[in-house]
């Protein structure tokens, strides 16, 4: 079966610093990765996602992840966060089962931005 | 025009009574999906709609009853409302089998309040 964890609940850091989230799947087929933001009262939007081809993808926000295949990781990060980057972010996975994208989510990691 | 779009935004009501959600996309996808988000932010797939046909039914209690009506919509019923539904109930679509890579699209959310 395919996982994703996603080790840090609680993330806090200072405005205009880098932040690191990070994900680890599990998985014993081939998986596309996923990265979603979720706003205070609000559903959930795509980050960016890592589908084939190069490893580090570029998403909005100035948000990137790199897909590491050997340590089957998909962090993701920003190099200056701001206050309105506060928010909980979910690392999720798919794959094909019977014809079907099958996906699962991690249990997200709160992104606490302090002025 | 929003493109995954739920009703009500809100829901309070007693134990024991029965609530419905409604959801509908115009992005012309095939599926749709209904997902529980429970206090802990933690996501759950309960059922899975292709061109209204039920692909996935997760250990859901029986008092829940989805509905596709045509592939644009799906709703869901609960019966004998119980604290423990309270949660915030996510519709969400993806383009269908085939032409999916498993990247969902959600909707803003319903949150139910069982008192």
């Known amino acids: 079966a395919q996982s994703v964890t996603q080790l840090d609940s609680q993330v806090p850091v200072f405005e205009e610093a880098p932040v690191e989230l990070r994900c680890n799947y599990s998985s014993s087929v081939s998986v596309y990765l996923f990265w979603y933001v979720q706003y205070p009262n609000q559903g959930l939007q795509l980050l960016l996602k890592?589908?084939?081809?190069?490893?580090l993808v570029k998403g909005i926000n100035g948000f990137e992840a790199e897909f590491n295949k050997s340590q089957t990781s998909f962090h993701l990060r920003k190099p200056s966060v701001h206050i309105s980057d506060t928010a909980e972010y979910f690392c999720?996975?798919?794959?094909?089962?019977?014809?079907?994208?099958?996906?699962?989510f991690g249990t997200g990691t709160k992104l606490q931005v302090i002025p | 025009d929003t493109a995954v779009s739920q009703t009500p935004k809100y829901l309070v009501t007693q134990m024991g009574n029965d609530k419905s959600i409604k959801c509908e996309q115009n992005l012309g996808h095939d599926t749709m999906y209904w997902y529980k988000q429970d206090s802990k932010k933690f996501l759950k797939i309960m059922f899975s709609y292709n061109n209204k046909e039920l692909i996935i039914n997760e250990t859901v209690p029986n008092r829940f009853s989805p509905k596709s009506p045509d592939k644009a919509h799906l709703n869901l019923h609960i019966n004998s409302l119980e604290l423990g539904d309270s949660a915030v109930y996510f519709c969400?679509?993806?383009?269908?089998?085939?032409?999916?890579?498993?990247?969902?699209?959600f909707g803003e959310g319903s949150r139910l309040t069982v008192l």
């Open positions: 999720a996975v798919s794959w094909n089962s019977g014809g079907y994208q099958k996906v699962t």
């Open positions: 969400a679509s993806s383009p269908g089998q085939g032409r999916t890579t498993g990247e969902l699209f």
């Open positions: 890592y589908l084939s081809g190069s490893t």
